[in-house]
């Protein structure tokens, strides 16, 4: 075990090269130019499993970047949606570890003060890499794919040229949940959607108030059924609409049955 200091860029990337077989990384926030590098730096074999968390103001705000999501599918790799997520935690082959306060950014390994440990011993890094398969298989856990990151891409494409962006660019996680709301306005949004993600999401329009629940939004089955007169499971398939509202960054889900809306 050693201590990981600011800036700790040559050995994130020395590690990520001597890698034979994977690497895992829990980052709320990853930057496109850092993830590029790595995948130049890494050896084709090697899978990379991001799990981050997929709010559709992280890359309104530029604290994360879509592109870096997208090279890492794009290098069969695999990206996973953990809202509540605030961990850093790099494994390598799973026999190597760090855990740190830094981002998979340009801040996070090199610009800010970050401060972590490395660990090499076999029972701890076991420990750590199963906490990672467990957060990964979990039912709230979202699986990102193209489909997910071009919906998100055409959103923000949607956005008003002239309509001002009303947060700093960050990447640092600032502790308030304002950063997580999305202000490039609802028309970005409903111009995006179609089918029934839209008339889920036009419900969520009707629901006052920025938390609700599954009751809440149940509530709107009759007009839902009088829209889809051929489905006979309205309530299965606005939980699954949920799930993709929030696999794209609108909808965090808080517990059993009950959601927060991004957006304002």
């Not at 947060?167 to 600032?174: A, F, Q, R, S, V």
Request: glycine letters at 6%; a neutral charge; charged letters at 25%.
């Amino acid at each position: 075990m050693q201590l990981v200091k600011s800036p700790w860029r040559e050995l994130f990337y020395d590690l990520s090269a001597s890698c034979k077989k994977s690497i895992k990384i829990t980052s709320p926030y990853v930057k496109d130019n850092v993830v590029s590098h790595l995948m130049v730096s890494k050896k084709d074999a090697v899978k990379v499993s991001l799990l981050t968390s997929f709010k559709l103001m992280n890359y309104y705000s530029g604290a994360s970047d879509l592109n870096a999501l997208e090279h890492v599918l794009k290098n069969s790799g695999s990206v996973g949606n953990v809202q509540k997520l605030h961990s850093k935690i790099y494994i390598f082959d799973d026999e190597k570890a760090v855990i740190t306060s830094g981002n998979l950014t340009n801040g996070g390994l090199s610009n800010n003060y970050e401060y972590g440990v490395y660990f090499d011993e076999s029972d701890i890094v076991a420990k750590i890499q199963h906490d990672f398969v467990l957060l990964s298989e979990d039912e709230n856990t979202g699986k990102i794919s193209m489909s997910e990151i071009n919906q998100a891409k055409n959103i923000l494409s949607n956005v008003p040229k002239s309509k001002p962006i009303t947060l700093p660019d960050i990447e640092i996680y600032t502790g308030s949940d304002d950063v997580e709301i999305f202000t490039g306005g609802v028309d970005s949004i409903t111009s995006s959607l179609t089918g029934w993600k839209l008339e889920v999401f036009n419900c969520l329009l009707n629901i006052k108030g920025t938390e609700f629940t599954i009751a809440d939004i149940n509530l709107f089955v009759p007009v839902l059924s009088r829209r889809f007169p051929g489905n006979n499971n309205i309530e299965a398939k606005i939980r699954q609409q949920l799930q993709y509202l929030r696999d794209i960054g609108l909808v965090e889900f808080l517990s059993k049955g009950k959601y927060k809306k991004l957006w304002v």
